[in-house]
């Protein structure tokens, strides 16, 4: 059931801080700070190079491993929706690995892509929350994401879950290949395992985010923006959204603002900021004062030191939690679910089971 909340979204929403921790622990040894991943049947410091497909959110948490690989691991990584991988038919190289994410581990598109990654020699690994989908039984190995069932139509604790594994793969990775000093791992992996409690303190939030969607709720269009690892959160925010809430919205990358997307600003667009302050920070402090300068009303989910800087300009600003850039994907997830929840259930949407969509897309 659905317990104390309203929707079965809600409750897995808060149900993050837990699953994180889960499937955090089946990989982490916390005594010795250590990640050690199911045998995939290969040795990770062979990889030379990754491909990550999923579609909707799945594809989206691939877009942030993309960041995160190829930042501790060094090693390039390619992201594409499946429908598109599968088509293209891409050249794939000698001793890559290609990851399929999916929550359901039945979604066509995905499962297609799989099977031609397959048949170029790619070793296929499954990133599904279903153990016994057909995904997770084509894959050469699965990492599963330990989310429990999700019955809202909208991904939440599934897209944490992924997140987390990937978070995962990219530290043994990175160990493997030796592409990072050790102790720079055991910061890492200590930061991991602080999340599930960070997440606790975000999820506090609730109310105020609850006061901050009545205001958005009658808002045609609301922009997302992001650098770095946001901007794929941008991108979710924005599907997740548009998805409950029917409210158009798109999610852009800061620095693509005045390349175009800055001229649909005004003071009807809401525009939500994701700007932890990490090393991109200042770069999206100014792109925010152009959509000021044009009256955008923004909505600001960043740390104390983000907002002491950016905060008077922002409608709204959400405090997160300090915490090291590598591992704001998982916390900044949670704001933005909670947004997008609070303002469909105050346009009265149906927030489970909203329209045109199925849970599980398993005919292309
Ligand atoms: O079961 P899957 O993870 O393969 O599903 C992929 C997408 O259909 C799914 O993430 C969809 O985008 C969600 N409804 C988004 O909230």
Request: charged letters at 20%.
């Amino acid at each position: 059931g659905k317990g104390e909340h309203r929707h079965f979204m809600a409750k897995e929403i808060f149900e993050q801080p837990q699953v994180m921790g889960d499937t955090l622990n089946a990989m982490f040894n916390p005594a010795e700070r250590t990640i050690t991943l199911p045998d995939l049947g290969m040795d990770l410091k062979d990889i030379s190079r990754v491909t990550l497909i999923g579609c909707g959110t799945a594809s989206l948490a691939a877009s942030v491993a993309k960041y995160w690989i190829e930042h501790v691991a060094r090693v390039p990584v390619e992201v594409d929706v499946a429908s598109e991988f599968r088509y293209r038919c891409p050249p794939l190289p000698e001793g890559g690995v290609a990851l399929f994410i999916s929550q359901s581990g039945e979604t066509a598109d995905t499962l297609a892509a799989l099977r031609y990654a397959k048949s170029q020699g790619q070793r296929v690994i499954g990133v599904v929350n279903v153990p016994e989908s057909t995904i997770a039984r084509e894959a050469d190995a699965v990492l599963p994401t330990l989310a429990g069932p999700e019955i809202g139509v909208a991904a939440t604790k599934t897209f944490v879950s992924q997140l987390m594994v990937l978070a995962c793969f990219s530290l043994a990775l990175a160990e493997a290949r030796g592409a990072v000093a050790p102790d720079r791992v055991a910061a890492l992996s200590a930061a991991l395992a602080e999340v599930p409690s960070r997440a606790v303190e975000v999820l506090n939030h609730d109310k105020r985010i609850r006061d901050i969607a009545a205001d958005l709720a009658e808002a045609r269009d609301v922009l997302y923006l992001g650098r770095g690892t946001s901007y794929p959160l941008a991108l979710e925010g924005a599907l997740k959204l548009k998805e409950i809430s029917y409210i158009h919205a798109e999610g852009y990358a800061a620095g693509e603002m005045k390349h175009g997307p800055i001229a649909l600003i005004d003071e009807t667009v809401p525009v939500i900021v994701i700007a932890p302050s990490d090393g991109l920070f200042e770069k999206t402090a100014s792109n925010v004062q152009e959509v000021v300068a044009r009256g955008g009303r923004v909505v600001l989910f960043s740390d104390a030191a983000g907002i002491a800087r950016m905060g008077d300009t922002a409608l709204y600003a959400i405090e997160m939690p300090a915490v090291d850039p590598f591992v704001t994907p998982l916390l900044y997830a949670l704001p933005i679910q909670l947004l997008a929840y609070h303002i469909a259930v105050h346009k009265g949407t149906d927030v489970d089971q909203p329209r045109n969509l199925a849970k599980s897309v398993t005919v292309e």
